[in-house]
């Protein structure tokens, strides 16, 4: 049934939402309906004076919390206000979607005093709906009390490619079935935590070893083989009604010959997305600041129209964009002289204000202020880090079984070897086996001089010891324990993140797998060394 819209309405009207979308989206001009399409983000810790601009002068519908300005939460907090602030002083009060990367594991966006999870993979070794629904909970609980509204999670992405270094322990599995019913655990955690979740990155980008922030990777898969592995996840999704999905600046060249991206592609993004797959939420870009979408389209400009006209309703930018940047004066222009490409744009604009009003009208939408008392005893989530031990637990998978469980004999001399931004591995070694436990430190991001230099120094070392605890995270990490394997010693692995470099350490006596460096992982890594419960998460991938 329509209702007349009063003149003076604003977004907090009391109107049914079809109704008001559509009053709103005719009541902006051009240029407020192109900025609500529009995401940025900062650098720094408080929002610049050139968001703020973008926001007081011309409505910016959107901003991005990136993870170089999070390092105080409470700043954070008070980041949030100020610009949702200053939305409200626009005449329409049309608020702003709020958004970041917290997907739990190795990405999370948003620092501070949040919750550092297990991830995305330790879930996917428990296999258990519970663990990806209460993850999800727990990591929104944190947000909301932030006042960010958004989360570009649940990442479903098929770790179909093992030598992916941008996915790997983001990803869930290579089951596309088991890693739908994940996705769809997470999607509603979120929403019951009141924070809208995104899954990305459309079409699936494990089937790559390429990173597309440096260039457009190609996946070499035709329709047939994409449409039964890797939309599978984003059908589950679709299917109970996800929010948002995030485009992936990707190339299939055995669908699109030209190498057009899927974030650029009407094809993919209408035609798949959108009509064959029936979604009806927002369609959000990756980064259009990555080169894996500019390089092709020949300019961010007309990358952003590209984006447009392929059927995405946000597009997002790692940097808040000058005032008088061509992203903006070319497609308003554009808007002008071109009736077809505005009727995009409104559209676009006017599923942005729906959502917009789905969201904060309903019952627990993120607080536009967030209350600083709150945000001290909200974050971290004290009944999530009780979960999340419990879920790292449930996680560890006993990959090879040697001489386990390690109990410590008279006189025997242990060395611990790991990363020295790991801390909670050598704490929660010396716990267990004794602070008299030597070290061998070296670097997470090693580069391959310093690598063969460590390799060669950790022989010499070893010698003097009985058993070797070694953290391996990453490839380099893996090349130096190889070094081990012709002294003959008890090697124990603890393997993080993605474990395939140490699928193939048959010389080592145990592997155990903990798929993150959370201390939660690490707490129940050593608990499982230790004896003090059986592991029995599986490995997510196949060797």
Same mark, same amino acid.
């Given at each position: 049934?329509?209702?007349?819209?009063?003149?003076?309405?604003?977004?907090? @009207?009391?109107?049914?939402?079809?109704?008001?979308?559509?009053?709103?989206?005719?009541?902006?001009?051009? =240029?407020?309906?192109?900025?609500?399409?529009?995401?940025?983000?900062?650098?720094?810790?408080?929002?610049?004076?050139?968001?703020?601009?973008?926001?007081?002068?011309?409505?910016? /519908?959107?901003?991005?919390?990136?993870?170089?300005?999070?390092?105080?939460?409470?700043?954070?907090?008070?980041? &949030?206000?100020?610009?949702?602030?200053?939305?409200?002083?626009?005449?329409?009060?049309?608020?702003?979607?709020?958004?970041?990367?917290?997907?739990?594991?190795?990405?999370?966006?948003?620092?501070?005093? !949040?919750?550092? +999870?297990?991830?995305? %993979?330790?879930?996917?070794?428990?296999?258990?709906?519970?663990?990806?629904?209460?993850?999800?909970?727990?990591?929104?609980?944190?947000?909301?009390?932030?006042?960010?509204? %958004?989360?570009?999670?649940?990442?479903?992405?098929?770790?179909?490619?093992?030598?992916?270094?941008?996915?790997?322990?983001? =990803?869930? /599995?290579?089951?596309?079935? +088991?890693?739908?019913?994940?996705?769809?655990?997470?999607?509603?955690?979120?929403?019951?935590?009141?924070?809208?979740?995104?899954?990305?990155?459309?079409?699936?980008?494990?089937? !790559? @070893?390429?990173?597309?922030?440096?260039?457009?990777? #190609?996946?070499?898969?035709?329709?047939? !083989?994409?449409?039964?592995?890797?939309?599978?996840?984003?059908?589950?999704?679709?299917?109970?009604?996800?929010?948002?999905? %995030?485009?992936?600046?990707?190339?299939?060249?055995?669908?699109?010959?030209?190498?057009?991206?899927?974030?650029?592609?009407?094809?993919?993004? +209408?035609?798949?997305?959108?009509?064959? $797959?029936?979604?009806? /939420?927002?369609?959000?870009?990756?980064?259009? %600041?990555?080169?894996?979408? +500019?390089?092709?389209?020949?300019?961010?400009?007309?990358?952003?129209?590209?984006?447009?006209?392929?059927?995405?309703?946000?597009?997002? =930018?790692?940097?808040?964009?000058?005032?008088?940047?061509?992203?903006?004066?070319?497609?308003?222009? $554009?808007?002008?002289?071109?009736?077809?490409?505005?009727?995009?744009?409104?559209?676009?604009?006017?599923?942005?204000?729906?959502?917009?009003?789905?969201?904060?009208?309903?019952?627990?939408?993120?607080?536009?202020?967030?209350?600083?008392?709150?945000? @001290?005893?909200?974050?971290?989530?004290?009944?999530?880090?009780?979960?999340?031990?419990?879920?790292?637990?449930?996680?560890?998978?006993?990959?090879? *079984?040697?001489?386990?469980?390690?109990?410590?004999?008279?006189?025997?001399?242990?060395?611990?070897?790991?990363?020295?931004?790991? #801390?909670?591995?050598?704490?929660?070694?010396?716990?267990?086996?004794?602070?008299?436990?030597?070290?061998?430190?070296?670097?997470?991001?090693?580069?391959?001089?310093?690598?063969?230099?460590?390799?060669?120094?950790? !022989?010499?070392?070893?010698?003097?010891?009985?058993?070797?605890?070694?953290? &391996?995270?990453?490839?380099?990490?893996?090349?130096?324990?190889? *070094?081990?394997?012709? $002294?003959?010693? *008890?090697?124990?692995?603890? @393997?993080?993140?993605?474990?395939?470099?140490?699928?193939?350490?048959?010389?080592?006596?145990?592997?155990?797998?903990?798929?993150?460096?959370?201390?939660?992982?690490?707490?129940?890594?050593?608990?499982?060394?230790?004896?003090?419960?059986?592991?029995?998460?599986?490995?997510?991938?196949?060797?």
């Amino acid at each position: 049934m329509n209702c007349e819209v009063p003149k003076n309405a604003d977004f907090w @009207s009391d109107v049914p939402n079809d109704e008001l979308a559509d009053f709103l989206a005719d009541s902006l001009d051009d =240029s407020e309906l192109l900025s609500q399409i529009l995401m940025f983000g900062w650098a720094g810790a408080e929002p610049s004076d050139l968001l703020n601009r973008w926001i007081l002068e011309r409505g910016l /519908g959107s901003v991005k919390v990136f993870g170089w300005n999070t390092d105080d939460t409470n700043q954070v907090a008070r980041s &949030v206000a100020e610009v949702q602030e200053k939305a409200q002083k626009r005449r329409f009060k049309i608020p702003l979607f709020v958004a970041t990367d917290q997907e739990g594991g190795w990405i999370r966006h948003v620092k501070g005093d !949040t919750t550092e +999870t297990p991830g995305n %993979m330790a879930i996917g070794a428990s296999g258990i709906l519970y663990d990806s629904y209460m993850s999800a909970y727990y990591i929104s609980r944190e947000l909301n009390a932030l006042g960010i509204n %958004m989360n570009f999670a649940p990442t479903v992405d098929l770790y179909t490619n093992l030598q992916s270094s941008v996915i790997g322990s983001r =990803s869930f /599995g290579e089951d596309a079935k +088991t890693v739908g019913e994940l996705g769809v655990a997470f999607m509603q955690g979120s929403i019951d935590a009141g924070v809208i979740p995104t899954a990305k990155h459309f079409p699936g980008h494990g089937d !790559t @070893s390429l990173d597309s922030h440096g260039k457009l990777p #190609e996946i070499e898969a035709d329709f047939e !083989t994409l449409e039964n592995r890797e939309l599978i996840p984003f059908k589950y999704l679709v299917e109970q009604k996800i929010p948002a999905v %995030m485009s992936g600046h990707l190339s299939f060249p055995k669908i699109i010959a030209n190498g057009e991206p899927a974030s650029l592609s009407h094809k993919f993004l +209408t035609e798949i997305l959108r009509e064959k $797959l029936g979604f009806k /939420g927002l369609i959000i870009t990756d980064d259009m %600041m990555m080169n894996g979408a +500019t390089m092709y389209a020949g300019s961010v400009s007309q990358a952003f129209t590209a984006a447009i006209k392929a059927g995405n309703d946000i597009i997002l =930018s790692s940097t808040t964009a000058e005032l008088n940047e061509n992203l903006w004066t070319k497609n308003l222009s $554009l808007m002008q002289s071109d009736e077809e490409f505005r009727q995009i744009v409104k559209n676009a604009a006017r599923r942005v204000i729906y959502e917009k009003l789905v969201y904060f009208k309903g019952k627990n939408a993120a607080p536009l202020k967030p209350d600083q008392a709150e945000v @001290s005893r909200r974050v971290p989530d004290k009944d999530g880090q009780a979960f999340f031990l419990s879920q790292a637990c449930r996680s560890i998978t006993l990959y090879k *079984r040697g001489d386990f469980p390690l109990k410590r004999k008279e006189n025997e001399r242990i060395l611990l070897c790991g990363q020295k931004e790991f #801390e909670p591995f050598f704490k929660e070694a010396r716990k267990r086996y004794g602070q008299d436990c030597a070290q061998f430190q070296f670097s997470y991001e090693l580069g391959p001089i310093e690598t063969d230099w460590m390799g060669n120094h950790i !022989t010499g070392i070893a010698e003097s010891y009985d058993t070797i605890i070694f953290c &391996v995270a990453n490839e380099r990490s893996a090349q130096i324990a190889q *070094r081990l394997k012709p $002294l003959k010693k *008890r090697v124990i692995i603890l @393997s993080v993140l993605t474990p395939v470099p140490v699928l193939d350490f048959d010389w080592a006596d145990s592997i155990l797998c903990g798929y993150s460096y959370s201390p939660f992982s690490f707490k129940a890594l050593f608990g499982a060394l230790n004896g003090e419960f059986a592991p029995r998460g599986n490995l997510p991938i196949k060797k």
